[in-house]
């Protein structure tokens, strides 16, 4: 397109969005920055950004079959994934607990690492018609009850996903998991220790997405956390 009139005409025409706080992106406002891509691809668990760098715009554009189809274009990896959101801006209890039940389930002493496994289990037992407790606390307790069984229905999970794909669940907006600073930060701790027991598992990966001053703070400060920091990848 040479012609300046008629890139006048295109910009103008352009359904441009500014912000996102979830939605899932329409398909004629997808692209890729170069920049980005590092951040797209699977071996990246962790990606730091400030506010509106586009977090949650790849979150949500990583939860769209279409657009990942898109995506596959640009970062092959993607191709053979099957993405869920296992934290979001979007509300969705069954998947997830919301700050309600993060606080509740804090006050009951429970670790947020067994939290953001019983997200993972939740997930995988979908996939394979596994049954589980109902509750987001009554499934903490069958995993702290019963953990061989839980380490079975995650080595099976093989079995869910075709052979040349993988599952990849991804978490954004985690400043809605509490209003206290010092919740938070276990809460986010304890899901990359959980991102690294996932580690254990080649055909299951997780990508969280970290605001810069969450990340700032004291949440990687557990042994072996290196091996998240070694591939992180940052939005600007």
């Not at 979150?59 to 079959?65: K, Y």
């Not at 898109?70 to 700050?99: C, K, N, W």
């Not at 997200?119 to 606390?137: E, F, N």
């Not at 091996?227 to 600007?236: C, G, N, P, R």
Request: charged share 25%; net charge positive.
């Amino acid at each position: 397109m040479s012609d300046p009139r008629a890139l006048r005409r295109a910009i103008l025409a352009a359904p441009l969005e500014i912000s996102n706080s979830g939605e899932i992106p329409r398909v004629g406002t997808l692209y890729v920055p170069p920049a980005h891509v590092k951040a797209l691809r699977l071996e990246s668990s962790l990606v730091i950004g400030g506010r509106g760098v586009g977090k949650s715009f790849w979150t949500a554009a990583l939860g769209s079959i279409e657009l990942r189809k898109m995506l596959g274009a640009t970062v092959p990896d993607l191709d053979r994934a099957e993405v869920h959101i296992g934290f979001s801006e979007q509300g969705q209890i069954d998947h997830y607990p919301d700050a309600a039940t993060f606080a509740k389930l804090l006050g009951q002493g429970i670790d947020p690492y067994e939290i953001w496994r019983a997200v993972i289990l939740r997930w995988l037992s979908a996939k394979s018609g596994a049954a589980l407790p109902g509750t987001w606390g009554e499934l903490v307790a069958w995993m702290q009850d019963r953990p061989e069984d839980a380490a079975r229905l995650v080595q099976g999970s093989r079995q869910a996903f075709d052979p040349n794909r993988c599952g990849l669940i991804v978490f954004d907006a985690l400043d809605r998991t509490s209003n206290d600073w010092r919740s938070m930060d276990a809460i986010v701790r304890g899901l990359l220790r959980a991102v690294l027991w996932l580690k254990s598992y080649p055909w299951l990966r997780a990508k969280v997405f970290l605001r810069s001053d969450q990340f700032e703070r004291t949440v990687t400060d557990f042994p072996d956390a290196s091996k998240l920091l070694a591939t992180k990848a940052e939005l600007s």
